[in-house]
């Protein structure tokens, strides 16, 4: 059975640094495209950022320079460090894989930026 676990969220004053991990279950983070997503109140969620399984990063355009997205293959974890973070940046984001066409998700950490 597939589970993500998210964790790190908090609150955070604009400029500040978080550090959120995925704890995935199995051996699933090296073998696998890791996602964070995003969702703020009232907005769609979005894609923040991929780890694919070949070793390459995705980073969207509006968190480039500012959140970089690595694992750790040995602790089955996904890390998404932000930084110079903004209060735009407020919402929930969730860890996702997607295996053999079907899509799992942890339940999300709060992350609260204030000005």
């Known amino acids: 059975q597939v589970q993500l676990v998210e964790s790190g969220g908090g609150l955070v004053q604009a400029g500040g640094s978080l550090r959120l991990s995925c704890a995935a279950s199995?051996?699933?983070?090296?073998?696998?495209?890791m996602h964070w997503y995003r969702q703020a109140p009232g907005l769609q969620r979005e894609l923040v950022a991929v780890f694919y399984s070949g070793g390459g990063t995705y980073v969207a355009d509006s968190v480039k320079g500012r959140f970089t997205i690595s694992r750790d293959n040995a602790k089955n974890t996904v890390y998404l460090q932000m930084n110079r973070l903004k209060p735009e940046d407020t919402a929930v984001y969730y860890c996702?894989?997607?295996?053999?066409?079907?899509?799992?998700w942890g339940r999300g950490t709060q992350v609260t930026v204030f000005s």
């Open positions: 199995g051996t699933i983070v090296s073998s696998n495209d």
């Open positions: 996702n894989v997607d295996i053999n066409y079907r899509d799992y």
